[in-house]
């Protein structure tokens, strides 16, 4: 070739998931420069990453993969050749909790990690920098320099930790404006030069000051360490929601009040029924199995004690819909609104959703379901598996006495209501604040429930309308 171009920089990302596809559609779409390719054992996955049906839900990111897909981002099968190519490889693969063995129920599964590892050191031919993307257990990275090192012909890799901090349902904002970017390597020469590559590929887009070095083992703690004190807030909330029924106090204002302070904050402040998602719980379970491991036992129980609020939390919202409707709910239908476990996202994983709607399906309820991003195949499927019970994780917990033809998935929330004798809503998507509630209520059967895991409807104006409502750490019908 004439004109020798300087060399295009290739990035590698293995696993199209929640993180690896988002997060590399916006570095495709901040840095034209540099080729992405995204790589998945998963033959779904990757169709869908390359048809018009992307296989997550994510506002704005269709418009993002729509811009680069095929210029400078790519979807692929073929991991090996892809990641011999890199330079820069990310590794965004899931790190499940451990259902087996040593650490069951609280450690994270590395299987996926190490096989990845293996792989890198097996195929490549060039040195490499290799990125933590996953959330990983601190010290992780000592345990990948082991397999990369054992196994390369005088190939050099480099570890960095890169963590990702998105959140689902807003994941392509998050990315285009994060708080902070934090990259943590080794302390040595080629360490700080690992750094500076990586830093080169975020300035592209994110302002100096927001990307922060750190050594490795910070950055790991770190992702751990933020999900321990966003999961703890929400528990701080819940169990102050249960104090409130107690004494009559409102949480919302308790949250705003105690929020105002700006030691505080007002984020993260909202009574629910519970959270849920992929992360928050594995998180904490890793970060308890760390402590133990590190003989750390009071810090480890401190920490599972949020975990326990979470489950106690959905137990007792369970308990109130099945007192409230005079102590049963056999036979009544209850219309379910929302499914996965935040608004703005399809995602089920850990939803607090399967934990109430097995315990109505318990008690002998028949469900009507509906969510706008949850597919009738999805519920089925959370609702009829077993639960892992990570307190005591040699036994699954049995599976309870559920009737999945007790549960019906439809696409309307009015149809959701329609002859219900109660309505539960476990999601917080916004048209469940703007439904036409009094066509709800002449639909219903009565005395008619409503049930609030999210705080979003108005509850004045339900009680205006003939409801008898149960909103989290509300006071309760004069
Ligand atoms: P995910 O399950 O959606 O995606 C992981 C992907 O990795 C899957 O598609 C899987 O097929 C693929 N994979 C597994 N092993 C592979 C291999 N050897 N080669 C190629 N592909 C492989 O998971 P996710 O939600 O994207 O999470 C990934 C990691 O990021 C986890 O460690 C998680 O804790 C962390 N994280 C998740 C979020 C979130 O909001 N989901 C946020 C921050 C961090």
Redesign the pocket.
């Known amino acids: 070739n004439i004109c020798r171009r300087k060399k295009m920089v290739k990035i590698c990302c293995?696993?199209?998931?929640?993180?690896?596809g988002p997060t590399m559609a916006v570095i495709a779409l901040k840095c034209p420069s540099i080729e992405v390719v995204v790589?998945?054992?998963?033959v779904p996955?990757i169709t869908a990453w390359n048809s018009e049906q992307l296989p997550i839900y994510e506002p704005g990111l269709d418009e993002v993969v729509e811009q680069c897909r095929g210029k400078n981002l790519f979807f692929s099968t073929n991991?090996e050749k892809h990641v011999s190519e890199a330079d820069i490889i990310f590794v965004?693969?899931?790190?499940p909790t451990k259902t087996l063995g040593l650490g069951a129920g609280k450690a994270a599964d590395l299987t996926?990690w190490e096989?990845?590892a293996r792989?890198i050191a097996d195929v490549s031919k060039s040195d490499k920098i290799v990125v933590e993307?996953?959330?990983?257990p601190v010290k992780t990275a000592e345990a990948i320099e082991r397999i990369l090192t054992h196994n390369s012909k005088g190939i050099k890799f480099q570890i960095l930790s890169n963590?990702?901090?998105?959140?689902?349902g807003t994941a392509v904002w998050d990315l285009f404006n994060p708080d902070r970017v934090l990259i943590g390597g080794r302390e040595t020469p080629d360490g700080q030069k690992a750094i500076q590559a990586l830093k080169k590929v975020y300035a592209n887009w994110v302002p100096e000051e927001r990307i922060l070095t750190t050594n490795l083992w910070s950055a790991e703690l770190s992702k751990l360490a933020a999900n321990a004190l966003l999961a703890q807030r929400i528990s701080s909330i819940n169990a102050m929601s249960a104090l409130c029924e107690a004494t009559g106090a409102d949480v919302s204002q308790v949250s705003h009040a105690v929020g105002k302070d700006s030691r505080i904050g007002p984020k993260f402040l909202n009574a629910s029924v519970g959270f849920g998602?992929?992360?928050f719980q594995?998180?904490i379970l890793n970060l308890v199995y760390i402590c133990e491991c590190n003989g750390l036992a009071e810090v480890a129980d401190y920490w599972k004690q949020v975990i326990k609020v979470n489950d106690y939390q959905k137990n007792r919202f369970v308990n109130r819909i099945v007192s409230s409707m005079f102590n049963t709910v056999s036979g009544k239908k209850i219309g379910v609104l929302g499914f996965a476990f935040k608004k703005d996202t399809g995602d089920t994983r850990e939803t607090p959703a399967i934990d109430v709607c097995k315990g109505l399906l318990g008690d002998m309820a028949r469900l009507s379901i509906y969510d706008p991003q949850v597919t009738d195949d999805q519920i089925q499927k959370d609702l009829t598996m077993n639960k892992f019970d990570w307190d005591h994780p040699v036994h699954l917990q049995p599976m309870s006495p559920i009737d999945i033809k007790q549960v019906s998935v439809v696409w309307d929330a009015y149809e959701a209501a329609k002859d219900a004798h109660g309505l539960c809503i476990l999601t917080e998507w916004d048209e469940f604040k703007i439904l036409d509630y009094q066509r709800i209520f002449d639909n219903m059967q009565k005395p008619a429930f409503v049930f609030d895991g999210c705080n979003v409807v108005n509850v004045g104006e339900l009680r205006e309308i003939g409801f008898i409502v149960y909103s989290i750490g509300k006071p309760m019908d004069p």
């Open positions: 293995i696993g199209a998931g929640y993180v690896g790589v998945d054992i998963s996955r991991v965004s693969v899931n790190t996926y096989s990845a792989m993307k996953s959330t990983v963590p990702e901090f998105l959140a689902e998602g992929s992360c594995k998180d």
